[in-house]
């Protein structure tokens, strides 16, 4: 094994524990997210699917790197998609799509 640093500017992880956070839809926000994070930032930040964070109580949970900021009682609506869009291009130095949805 050797260590490396990360490929990407900035990673979110989404619990989608099918006995957990995943039976509030969080697959499927999850996917939505991914393509829109693709499309707006390209392959600089990462968006994927997680097993449990073990944080169960506070459901629907997600975590964002390396910025080390959780997310806690995600709603599975346009408004937190846009919120965590805006997250992931923070660090990228320029203004972005998800700062604009954030504004709405
Ligand atoms: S099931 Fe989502 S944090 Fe545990």
Redesign the pocket.
Known sequence: MHEESSPYRTHLLI?T?E????QKKSALFCKNLKEKAREIYGKSVRVNQSG?????K????ACLYPQNRWFVNLKMNEEEEARLLSYLGEDLGEKTHGEELQLR
């Open positions: 619990c524990n006995q957990g956070c995943g449990c964070l073990g944080q169960c506070k459901e629907v949970v």
